[in-house]
């Protein structure tokens, strides 16, 4: 049975979230071998502005004709400042809209830009008569953004994710990259906690996924595996990767160990029956366990239940 979000859309499985350009059928075919979580085909920045329509046909006939296995199937679809949204959310759905499972809808600046595509899917599902609802995932990346991220949150049931973008969110923050990553670097801390934080706290009041976005160094695994560690202490659930080497890392680090997910049952186990026998915490194996504690081992078990440990 399909695990539900608090709106009712599907949990989906997003340890790992794979970019792959629109325009590059090669890297499509080799991302629907590949077995992650989760692929997004972007029509967004990896299509150059004279690829963008083109690109549309590798997509509809990706989705249409090759075989995804168990992984999320989305389009990251233009902006809705651009002259290619409209046409982005239209051609995809009507031609493959039976095969899609999501669009991540690039820079919201607020909530109108969410209704936009949402009331636009809402049209297109009841004159296609699609038996599925299509999903929304949205890329937090601009500064507007951030500031209103709290009501992007709250504007559509048909929200299943939102991902933090900071590659974009430098630019728009005046993030200065020779001086956080230069010799003279001196700031205390890393400069984009707090829009982490912000976005992975909006998220997780409404009930959807906080997905952290790209790592750019792609060679530097044990850095990239340190930036999936991050999130996860924030309450991310998964993280971007940009080339098929980081997905084994994404998908390790975000799934419960064996070992964390035994502890979770046996420590929620022995609370549940203190609880029965009119007991607020229990001491087992030395440590102590109360109605908090288990809130916290309710996470681990909730993705082992979505991952099937």
Request: with cysteine.
């Amino acid at each position: 049975m399909t695990k539900l979000n608090a709106h009712g859309q599907p949990r989906r499985h997003r340890r790992c979230q794979l970019s792959v350009p629109a325009s590059n059928p090669k890297m499509i075919q080799k991302a629907a071998e590949s077995g992650v979580d989760h692929v997004f085909l972007d029509l967004e920045d990896a299509c150059a502005p004279n690829q963008k329509v083109a690109a549309r046909d590798n997509i509809i006939d990706a989705l249409n004709n090759l075989d995804w296995g168990d992984t999320v199937r989305c389009v990251r679809i233009n902006d809705t400042g651009t002259q290619w949204c409209h046409d982005d959310v239209i051609t995809v759905v009507e031609k493959a809209g039976d095969n899609l499972d999501a669009f991540m809808l690039t820079k919201p600046y607020d909530a109108s830009d969410v209704l936009f595509v949402d009331k636009l899917l809402t049209q297109l599902e009841r004159k296609l008569g699609l038996k599925k609802k299509i999903g929304l995932e949205l890329l937090i990346e601009e500064t507007l953004g951030l500031q209103n991220v709290e009501s992007i949150a709250a504007s559509t049931p048909r929200l299943e994710a939102m991902v933090f973008g900071m590659g974009d969110y430098s630019a728009s923050q005046g993030l200065d990259f020779t001086a956080i990553y230069g010799p003279d670097y001196t700031y205390p801390g890393d400069v984009f906690h707090y829009a982490k934080f912000r976005v992975a706290m909006a998220a997780r009041a409404r009930g959807i996924d906080a997905v952290d976005g790209p790592f750019g160094n792609i060679r530097n695994t044990d850095a990239y595996r340190e930036s999936c560690l991050q999130a996860r202490a924030l309450g991310f659930i998964g993280k971007w990767a940009l080339h098929p080497t980081q997905i084994e890392h994404a998908q390790e680090i975000f799934t419960p160990a064996q070992e964390r997910v035994a502890k979770a049952r046996k420590m929620t186990d022995a609370y549940r029956e203190a609880e029965a026998r009119g007991e607020g915490a229990v001491m087992i194996d030395g440590e102590f366990a109360d109605a908090a504690t288990v809130r916290h081992y309710a996470n681990t078990l909730d993705l082992a239940d979505l991952y099937k440990l």
